[in-house]
């Protein structure tokens, strides 16, 4: 689960707990502010296009 991840971040980043009641507010807010680090899965067209590409890449280096 994402949250996982994003919890492990805030607890090392704040180097405490967010409160029980709040923590899905905190680490959704967390979430937004570090987005940058925890980039969206591919979609499976992204994924086909991103394979052609290097199959592409790869062919021409030979």
Known sequence: M???TILQ???KEKRCRPPM???YD??????R???ILY?????QVERFEKRRK???E???ER
């Not at 980039?39 to 979609?43: E, K, N, V």
């Open 58 to 60: 790869r062919h021409l």
């Open 21 to 23: 009641l709040e923590a």
């Open 33 to 35: 502010l570090n987005r």
């Open 54 to 56: 290097l199959e592409k």
């Open 2 to 4: 994402m949250f996982g």
């Open 26 to 31: 905190t680490l959704i807010n967390f979430w």
């Open 9 to 11: 971040d805030y607890i």
């Open 39 to 43: 980039p969206r899965p591919l979609s």
